[in-house]
C-alpha cells in the first residue's frame, strides 16, 4: 500500500514489507496492459510502499537498491508479456527519481515520442549509472538513462533515470 510517511516514527516491518512488494512485482508475469482508448500514451504503477521505507533517515542503500530491484522485476515482466502480444507499439521502463524515490514507477508507454522525451537520446549524467550506485542488475535488453532536472531552489540534486526497453 503507497503511504505518505506524517512523522518521524520508526517504521516497522521492513522485512515483511519488503516481501509485500516482490509479491507485486511477481503480480505482473504475463500480464498485458493493453492500450484502453487511442489518445492514451502511457499507463503507470507508482511504488506500492510506505514513503519512510524508500526516502528519510530510516532507510538504507540496501533497502532502497530491493525495493527498486522489484520495479525492475515487474517491468521485466510486463515487457516480456507485452513482447509477446502482437499489435500497437509498447515500451515499458522504470521512470526513478533519486533521491526521492517514493515517486518511481513502472510506466508502459504507448507513444514512441513521448517514450523518448522520458528515455532522451543519450545518458547525460554518463558515466555514473544508478545501478551502479544501488547495485542493481538490468533486465535483458534494457537501457539506462539518467538526466539531472535540479531546479534552482532544490535542497539536493535530483536525477530522473529512465530503465527500460530500446525505442
Known amino acids: 500500500m503507497r503511504r505518505i510517511a506524517l512523522t518521524n516514527k520508526k517504521l516497522r516491518g ?16 504475463g500480464y498485458i496492459r493493453p492500450r484502453s482508448h487511442e489518445m492514451e500514451r502511457y499507463f503507470n504503477w507508482k511504488i506500492p510502499v510506505h514513503q519512510a ?22 517491468a521485466s515482466a510486463l515487457a516480456v508479456a507485452s513482447r509477446e502480444a502482437s499489435g500497437e507499439y509498447c515500451r515499458v521502463a522504470c521512470l526513478i527519481t533519486w533521491p526521492w524515490l517514493h515517486q518511481s ?3 508502459v508507454f504507448y507513444d514512441k515520442d513521448y517514450y523518448l522525451s522520458f528515455l532522451g537520446n543519450a545518458n547525460s549524467l554518463a558515466p ?16 539506462e ?3 539531472n532536472v535540479t531546479q534552482p531552489d532544490d535542497i539536493v540534486p535530483i536525477e530522473w533515470w529512465c530503465i527500460g526497453e530500446p525505442i
Open 14 to 29: 521492513i522485512p515483511r514489507r519488503i516481501r509485500t512488494l516482490e509479491k507485486w512485482a511477481l503480480s505482473f508475469e
Open 145 to 147: 538513462h539518467g538526466h
Open 105 to 107: 514507477e513502472v510506466t
Open 128 to 143: 555514473r549509472l544508478i545501478s551502479e550506485k544501488l547495485a542493481l542488475s538490468l533486465p535483458s535488453g534494457f537501457l
Open 53 to 74: 521505507l524508500v526516502q528519510g533517515r530510516q532507510t538504507s542503500l540496501e533497502i532502497q537498491s530491493r525495493c527498486i530491484a522489484q520495479l525492475l522485476n515487474a
